[in-house]
DNA sequence: CGTGCCAGGTGCCAT
DNA sequence: ATGGCACTTGGCACG
């Protein structure tokens, strides 16, 4: 039970509404280009004057506003967002409520230059690979690009500041804690690991060392010099050549 | 020298790249709804198999995809990029290259249910409120929200470990490093405070103590007990009441 | 340019 | 629901 795609060049105020609220009701996607000034209430607060912007409302509540720049909306809101359309001041009024964390955004068209709606079927999932998850499982894969006689022994190990990445031991029996990252690692990244080993130490009594090893395709000088103030190691690996 | 905003609805192939080729050279922003395959490599690698989806150029280089959820993009390529538009097996193609990263995005249409131009003006810029910034600026204008007599001496001030938030002293004259979050804060922003911290104890040789205080509206349980094991303190507060 | 860090981050999965 | 963290994170400001 698909409705036919619809589209609207330069509609009056009364027929971008009716098309909007058939494709609410339909579930369908929307799509709006017009001049419109947007305001926002909720984690923060924002106005934006006016100027030409496309707006997408999708089926699953969510709602974005893009300007001609930019990988990211101006304005937005989450998915579960109701959506309300209507008529004020002779122009063509969103108003889009979301709650928990409640926020509302209002979207005010001047004019309206094109309104579309379809009906989106789209069943396949994305397949990325060259995750962190894809360098877990090369290591795991082969533990001795780690290094040489490196026994992983736990992947997600609980402690009391999160969990490990890797868990495993040295030739010498050692505890031994990998962090992983996919890309070039700085400070955030070492103190991660960081934390992750003090809680080790702390959790096995005091006097066994346990080692920590970041695994990335390199780290930044800065976190270098984090590396080697509190002892702990490198190892340069990417997750896919 | 604006170009009329153009739609079609259902266009053939040759229909839609000549009006995609048009929107290209005369900087506007494209939009195309249809059935499609897409293909990424750069930083990482994915594919996603035939659906229904919205694809967004913009002037400045931004191609996004769309599916019929969720705020992000399922594939796209960041500003800078540039945009090939082709027949290929009595198709449309788009492919759009970025050099540093190298990344490549190859969008293959089965069908195209509309393609829609238009020339954006938007001279307006967001203001946002409720930001980082505006809680340091409340905490400059009121410094006793944080303690009484606490007196801030820079903001950005720079350590071997990075700049912190706000530095001051108290009422003895100790030096105090403030590390604002203007959410609830986790694990990270005490790694982030200890380390500048550190920082400071290591520059100051030695004795004096130097105080760390997290400034946020609250704290997770983990983030609290790191406090406390590092010694750091916490004062409650938002951006905006 | 790279480094560091904020973001209305978002999304995913765990408890 | 909250927490902790990865993400092709994106974006900005600064050296």
Chains 1, 2 share one sequence.
């Not at 409705?3 to 494709?23: E, F, K, N, Y």
């Not at 967002?81 to 964390?101: I, M, Y």
């Not at 090369?138 to 990445?165: H, M, N, Y």
């Amino acid at each position: 039970m698909t409705d036919s795609p619809r589209t609207l060049l330069q509609p009056t105020a009364a027929a971008a509404i009716g098309l909007v609220d058939d494709a609410l009701s339909a579930d369908q996607l929307v799509t709006l280009v017009g001049r419109c000034r947007v305001v926002y209430e909720g984690r923060a607060t924002s106005t934006l004057g006016p100027g030409d912007r496309l707006v997408v409302r999708k089926p699953d509540g969510t709602m974005l506003v893009h300007t001609d720049e930019g990988h990211q909306p101006v304005n937005w809101q989450p998915p579960g967002s109701s959506c309300d359309c209507r008529l004020a001041d002779s122009g063509v009024v969103l108003e889009s409520k979301h709650e928990n964390p409640s926020e509302e955004l209002i979207i005010r068209f001047e004019t309206i230059t094109h309104a579309a709606t379809f009906d989106p079927n789209d069943p396949n999932e994305l397949a990325l690979s060259g995750t962190e998850s894809d360098l877990r499982d090369q290591i795991l894969e082969s533990p001795s690009l780690v290094e040489p006689g490196f026994e992983p022994r736990a992947t997600e190990r609980k402690t009391s500041a999160g969990a490990i990445d890797i868990y495993g031991e040295d030739t010498d029996g050692r505890a031994v804690v990998l962090e992983l990252k996919r890309r070039r690692a700085g400070p955030d990244a070492v103190s991660q690991l960081n934390r992750y080993v003090d809680a080790l130490t702390r959790e096995r009594h005091a006097d066994a060392t346990v080692r920590g090893i970041l695994v990335a395709p390199s780290v930044t000088d800065r976190a270098h010099r984090l590396l080697a103030e509190r002892g702990l190691g490198f190892v340069s690996l990417s997750p896919t050549e």
